[in-house]
Structure formats: C-alpha cells, structure tokens
C-alpha cells in the first residue's frame, strides 16, 4: 500500500484543527493512534515521551495499548538520566541525537541492542521505530511505533507516520507548553493559587474574600544557627526544614503561600459560605498537619546533635485571596487581619515555650485542646483565647504581648 493510499491527510488536517474533540494528551493519543489503525496502520503499541519542567520530574511517557485500546502514563523522576534503564533506552539515542532509531524484531534470535526490544518480543512485536518530536524552540522529545505484522512496518507506513509527525508534534508542543506552565505555577504558587492564575487572575486587585484556616510558622534562632555554618549547609537546613514542617500541610490539601526567609505562610481555604462543618473540617485538616510536622521535626531533631526550635500558629478568620504588588510584580497571596493575628498567635509559641499555638476559632472544632490562658495581641483590642494540643506540655501560661 503506498503512502498515499493510506489517506493520511485526514489524519494530519484532524492534528492541525487541534485533534477535536480530545481534551488532553492522553486523549489526543488514543484518538490518533484509533485513526492511524483506521486508516490502515497495524499499530501495536505507540509511546510517547515528553521531557519537562518540574523540580522533582524529568518527563512524562504516555503508552497506547492496542490491544486493550488504553493508554497509560508513567513518569519519570529527577536523575532517571543516570539509570542503567534510560542509557539502554532508543529514547535516550532519540533524545540526544536527534535521529530515528529503526530496529528489526522479527526472526532475530539472542539478546537485541536495547532490553525493551526483548519484551516486545515477547509480546510477538516485529518491528520498533522511534522518532523525534521536534518543539519550534528547538527541544527534541520522542515517540516509538511498534508492530506485529508480518515482516514489520513496510516503507510506505513508515514514510506515513513520518508524515504524520510535524503535525502531530505541533499539538504535542502546545500540551507541554501548558503542563509545564502549570508545573512551574504549582512549584512556585501552589495548585491552587496556580489554577487562578491560569484561569484568568493576574492583574494587580483581582481576588476574592474567603474564610480560611490560617498557618504561619518560624524557626527559632536562626541568626546564630546561619552564622554556625556554610550558605550553602544552612540552605539545605532551610529545605529539611520546609520539607518537615510543610509536608504535610500539602498533604492534607493546605495550600503553601509564600516563604518569608525562615519563616512560611500557608492556608486551608474553607470552600462555599464557611458552614460550622467545612470549618470544622479545615481546622481539623489543619491542626493534623501541624501535629504531622510536630512528629516529623521530633524525628529530624533526634538525628541532630543541635536541635531546632520552632512554632506554628493557627488561626481562622476572613481574609483577601488575591493579587498584591506593583504594576509589574505582583504575588499570589492572602492580606488582612486574620493574617496579621496569625502571625502574632505563632510569636506565642516562644512566650509559653510550645510548639503550636491554637486561636478559639480553630481550636472549638479541637476535642485534644488545652487552653493556654487570654492574652493580648498587638492591634486586638480584646484579650484572645490560646490553645494547644493536650499531647503538648506547655509551661506555664505568661500574659505577654505579641
């Protein structure tokens, strides 16, 4: 069959519409892959990889199945590039040549040159054609077809699918362009404060008021902790110590606002009007999160010879979700009173010698509290009610100003 009789202009004139009516990646690839077999193409199995921007992921793979007609994705992790997995992999050769790697299954006996030809082997493929993806930028990502007619793919389907490709690498280029727009606004905002932003919140006064669970945390002492030590050892400190400490806010659906040298500002938004069950529940998320960080800084302390000292202060109140900043440097944050107070309930972690200060509102949806005595804040008119957990001894409760 030539390649013009598989009629693959359908194909290409659908990639460059956009691939309707597909909805993302993994659907583009499904549609594709089901046109490319309607059209005469005797596909096995079709992978796509796609490296990204991400501090913790080198790329994403998505595999069509076509027996079972799924399509699965895996992701690869930072440091992949040093495994023995992707140094024997066609990809790597795609990825850092530049070139199309062809590579004949059927009717070869021993080991092939890259392991996963073995596999397919055994899944009776007989032929394997990698190809780059080819980004406007200059980025080279890559895609392999696998088939198991007889005698492989012919000339004619090979010329086809390279004929497919430009088309099919400009759709793919627009979906890792947003995937990684997306990493990036998760990475430095959050996934929620990300989604704003990507849905239309970035001119300086955009926001809304919500009610949320308010978290503001510090380490203790760390001037003379700074000076003890190299730049770079104390910033790999700061990061452990992040890592403990806001692990688990993420964990249980707390969105991570800023960082504020040693110290950090994070949220649980309560969704809808604020009802008593939906704060209760954000209260309840956020005080598990700061009992998590509370054991997870007990664990790290225990490996140390010089122990942190740290606090965290919860606190629920209205406060404004939105864009703060100049004309040309805005942040994603949150502003207000409640805030403010939040900050101020952390300072008495260090006044009543406990890591976590509890204000009234959070703690009524707290059984484990105890009560930590009225004090004043700086800018409240009236004294406020602290708590902690029961689990936490305080010392004594002392009447100081924050």
Not at 104 to 118: A, C, S, T, V
Not at 139 to 144: F, K, L, N, Q
Not at 185 to 212: C, F, P, S
Not at 224 to 253: Q, T, Y
């Amino acid at each position: 069959m030539a390649a013009q009789e598989l009629n693959f202009q359908s194909v290409i004139e659908w990639l460059d519409a956009g691939a309707p009516p597909a909805q993302g990646p993994q659907e583009v690839l499904k549609l594709l892959c089901n046109r490319l077999v309607d059209q005469g193409l005797p596909l096995h199995r079709v992978a796509v990889f796609v490296r990204t921007l991400h501090p913790n992921v080198a790329g994403r793979g998505f595999i069509w199945h076509g027996q079972q007609n799924i399509v699965e994705i895996v992701t690869a992790e930072i440091g992949i590039r040093d495994t023995e997995q992707y140094q024997k992999s066609p990809v790597r050769v795609v990825f850092e040549e530049n070139v199309e790697v062809r590579k004949r299954i059927e009717g070869r006996d021993g080991p092939l040159e890259f392991p996963i030809l073995d596999d397919l082997r055994k899944e009776s493929a007989t032929d394997f054609f990698a190809v780059p993806i080819r980004f406007i930028n200059g980025e080279v990502h890559g895609a392999s077809f696998v088939t198991r007619q007889r005698g492989g793919f012919s000339d004619a389907q090979i010329e086809a699918i390279r004929r497919v490709m430009p088309a099919f690498s400009r759709v793919a280029e627009i979906y890792a362009w947003r995937r990684t727009a997306r990493n990036i606004l998760d990475a430095y905002l959050g996934e929620q404060t990300g989604e704003k932003v990507l849905a239309g919140k970035i001119r300086r006064g955009d926001g809304e008021d919500i009610r949320a669970v308010i978290w503001f945390c510090d380490l203790r002492d760390s001037t003379p902790i700074a000076d003890s030590m190299s730049r770079a050892e104390f910033l790999g400190l700061l990061n452990e110590f992040f890592e403990c400490i806001l692990g688990p806010v993420l964990e249980h659906k707390g969105e991570v606002l800023r960082f504020i040298g040693d110290a950090a500002l994070a949220i649980f938004p309560i969704p809808g009007e604020g009802e008593l069950a939906e704060r209760a529940e954000a209260s309840r998320r956020a005080v598990l999160a700061a009992s998590t960080a509370i054991e997870r800084m007990a664990a790290f302390n225990a490996k140390r010879e010089r122990k942190l000292r740290f606090g965290i202060g919860l606190h629920l109140g209205h406060v404004l979700y939105g864009n703060i900043g100049t004309p040309t440097r805005i942040e994603f944050t949150v502003i207000g009173a409640a805030a403010n107070e939040a900050a101020r309930i952390e300072g008495f972690c260090k006044t009543l010698d406990v890591p976590l200060v509890i204000s009234e509102p959070v703690a009524r949806h707290v059984p484990d509290r105890v009560s930590l005595g009225s004090h004043r804040l700086r800018g409240v008119e009236e004294p406020v009610e602290l708590f902690t957990l029961t689990a936490i001894r305080p010392s004594p409760a002392r009447k100081i100003s924050a």
